[in-house]
C-alpha cells in the first residue's frame, strides 16, 4: 500500500499562487506516474496535471499556462506550483499515483487524502 502525504492548500486571492507538494511512501517504478487531480463541489473529478517516470507530463485543459508540475530526482515527491489562481480553481486537489499504459491512458491506483485550494475574488 502506497501512502501519499499532502500539503500546501489554502485560501488565497484570486490572481495569487500556491504550491501544493505530495510525499509518497515510495518511489515512482517504470511505467507508473504521480499527479494532481481535483474536484470542486457538484463537479466531476478531473485532471489536473501528471509527470510520468520519463519526465512527460500532461495538463487539464483548463490549466492554460497557470501550473507546473515537477517531481524530484528521488521520484517520491510532485510539487503543483499554481499561477494567477482563479476562483473557479476552487476545489479538493488529490494526489495520485497510477501506473502508464500505451496509448496515453493512465490509470490513478493510490490517492491522498485530499487538500482543500479556496480562492477568493
Known amino acids: 500500500q502506497v501512502q501519499l502525504v499532502e500539503s500546501g492548500g489554502g485560501l488565497v486571492q484570486a490572481g495569487g499562487s500556491l504550491r501544493l507538494s505530495c510525499a509518497a511512501s515510495?518511489?515512482?517504478?517504470?511505467?507508473?506516474?504521480m499527479g494532481w487531480s481535483r474536484q470542486a463541489p457538484g463537479k466531476q473529478r478531473e485532471l489536473v496535471a501528471r509527470?510520468?517516470?520519463?519526465?512527460?507530463?500532461d495538463y487539464g485543459v483548463f490549466v492554460k499556462g497557470r501550473f507546473t508540475i515537477s517531481m524530484d530526482n528521488a521520484k517520491n515527491t510532485v510539487n503543483l506550483q499554481m499561477n494567477s489562481l482563479e476562483p473557479e480553481d476552487t476545489a479538493i486537489y488529490y494526489c495520485?499515483?497510477?501506473?502508464?499504459?500505451?496509448?496515453?491512458?493512465?490509470?490513478?491506483?493510490?490517492w491522498g487524502q485530499g487538500t482543500q485550494v479556496t480562492i477568493s475574488s
Open positions: 509527470i510520468d517516470d520519463t519526465g512527460n507530463t
Open positions: 495520485t499515483l497510477g501506473k502508464r499504459y500505451g496509448a496515453g491512458r493512465y490509470s490513478p491506483n493510490y
Open positions: 515510495r518511489s515512482i517504478f517504470k511505467t507508473e506516474f
